[in-house]
T-cell receptor
Framework: EAQVTQNPRYLITVTGKKLTVTCSQNMNHEYMSWYRQDPGLGLRQIYYSMNVEVTDKGDVPEGYKVSRKEKRNFPLILESPSPNQTSLYFC??????????????FGAGTRLSVL | QKEVEQDPGPLSVPEGAIVSLNCTYSNSAFQYFMWYRQYSRKGPELLMYTYSSGNKEDGRFTAQVDKSSKYISLFIRDSQPSDSATYLCAMNTGSQGNLIFGKGTKLSVKP
């Protein structure tokens, strides 16, 4: 089954404790992206990657890091989480055939709470 | 002015009603227009997409794009309780550009 898998689905942590949210896709997609979704603000892009070793900032990259060492994986790293990073996070992927339209397939989401 | 504007609702309708969801946008370079549906506690899933202006129909769903007015719509006929979700419009220029999303409209269809 074609899917984007995020882990963990739920995470509660404390300020300053480094964490990683993993994202993996099995569709051989070149494009991957991370979003956060907050009430009243909608989906906002954090980082995206057009291919292996190619990453770029989205609209709200501050406080986040990403890496793309393999095509299927695109982890999101919070080096020193803060309470304002409490949010619902989504990973998404897309293929170049679709990229002109950029039809993206989303994971189920990771709900993060930073205390 | 934000690039994409979408009324957040919430919108509550009785079962069987015709629902109209809308977005306006400011960037005339947008060419691809999409509607995503997001159920509670799930990720967004693509419902429909259209290229440039015109209509596209898929079952009970019709997507319309009016580029001259920078206005897109999604119509749901014979709405069902299972249509209760948040609907997000999204668009991009087609040059491998990133998707720009509206904030979503929360729809509730009451039995």
């Amino acid at each position: 089954e074609a899917q984007v898998t995020q882990n963990p689905r739920y995470l509660i942590t404390v300020t300053g404790k480094k964490l990683t949210v993993t994202c993996s896709q099995n569709m051989n997609h070149e494009y991957m992206s991370w979003y956060r979704q907050d009430p009243g603000l909608g989906l906002r892009q954090i980082y995206y990657s057009m291919n292996v070793e190619v990453t770029d900032k989205g609209d709200v990259p501050e406080g986040y890091k990403v890496s793309r060492k393999e095509k299927r994986n695109f982890p999101l790293i919070l080096e020193s989480p803060s309470p304002n990073q409490t949010s619902l996070y989504f990973c998404a992927s897309s293929s170049y055939r679709e990229t002109a339209k950029n039809i993206q397939y989303f994971g189920a989401g990771t709900r993060l709470s930073v205390l | 002015q934000k690039e994409v504007e979408q009324d957040p609702g919430p919108l509550s309708v009785p079962e069987g009603a015709i629902v109209s969801l809308n977005c306006t946008y400011s960037n005339s370079a947008f060419q691809y227009f999409m509607w995503y549906r997001q159920y509670s506690r799930k990720g967004p899933e693509l419902l429909m997409y259209t290229y440039s202006s015109g209509n596209k129909e898929d079952g009970r769903f019709t997507a319309q794009v009016d580029k001259s007015s920078k206005y897109i719509s999604l119509f749901i006929r014979d709405s069902q309780p299972s249509d209760s979700a948040t609907y997000l419009c999204a668009m991009n220029t087609g040059s491998q550009g990133n998707l720009i999303f509206g904030k979503g409209t929360k729809l509730s269809v009451k039995p």
